[in-house]
T-cell receptor, first 111, second 113 residues
Framework: EDQVTQSPEALRLQEGESSSLNCSYT??????LFWYRQDPGKGPEFLFT???AGEEKEKERLKATLTKKESFLHITAPKPEDSATYLC????????????FGSGTQLTVLP | DGGITQSPKYLFRKEGQNVTLSCEQN?????MYWYRQDPGQGLRLIYY???????QKGDIAEGYSVSREKKESFPLTVTSAQKNPTAFYLC????????????FGDGTRLSIL
């Protein structure tokens, strides 16, 4: 059974204070690792897909990286508008095309 | 703009009542999904459909039912058999059921009266 674990559960940063969110996965035959942003009362918004170890994707202040066991979402010089819950999810050859979600990291960026 | 529309945004259920949550997409996606989200937990898959007139149970299908009569629509019924229905329900779709990212609607919050 696929498992995805995110840490920390919650993270408070000062504006401009860079940090990283972790997503550890245990899957059989990873086919994709997804990052989403979710604002309160809204559906998840797609950010990145990573398909193989060593791959990196960037968008504004966010950069996602992937190794064989985990993915990181690096946030550089965050702003208050980056405050949200960040979710990662995996899809694998053993998951019958279903996503397995982590429980998320709630990020708060203080002005 | 293309997207996924869920309605209503808020829904209240009385004891013994069935309620239906609507999900409509105009993205021309083949696959559609229903998830349940509880505080502090990841999204859990209720049902999914890869093609019209076909659907499969997810991890927590008990107490729920779905239909897929049209490509654009995938309604979810929360039956009276679901004893703990209070949650945030999310609908998603992908072009096809493989390693493409899923796109989500803005959810329906269901509460018990």
């Amino acid at each position: 059974e696929d498992q995805v674990t995110q840490s920390p559960e919650a993270l408070r940063l000062q504006e401009g204070e860079s940090s990283s969110l972790n997503c550890s996965y245990t899957v059989s035959g990873l086919r994709g690792l997804f990052w989403y942003r979710q604002d309160p009362g809204k559906g998840p918004e797609f950010l990145f897909t990573l398909y193989s170890a060593g791959e990196e994707k960037e968008k504004e202040r966010l950069k996602a990286t992937l190794t064989k066991k985990e993915s990181f979402l690096h946030i550089t010089a965050p702003k208050p508008e980056d405050s949200a819950t960040y979710l990662c999810a995996s899809i694998s050859s053993g998951s019958a095309r279903q996503l397995t979600f982590g429980s998320g990291t709630q990020l708060t960026v203080l002005p | 703009d293309g997207g996924i529309t869920q309605s209503p945004k808020y829904l209240f259920r009385k004891e013994g009542q069935n309620v239906t949550l609507s999900c409509e997409q105009n993205l021309n996606h083949d696959a559609m999904y229903w998830y349940r989200q509880d505080p502090g937990q990841g999204l859990r898959l209720i049902y999914y459909s890869q093609i019209v007139n076909d659907f499969q149970k997810g991890d927590i299908a008990e107490g729920y039912s779905v239909s897929r009569e049209k490509k654009e629509s995938f309604p979810l019924t929360v039956t009276s058999a679901q004893k703990n229905p209070t949650a945030f329900y999310l609908c998603a779709s992908t072009p096809r059921a493989d390693n493409q990212p899923q796109h989500f609607g803005d959810g329906t919050r269901l509460s018990i009266l």
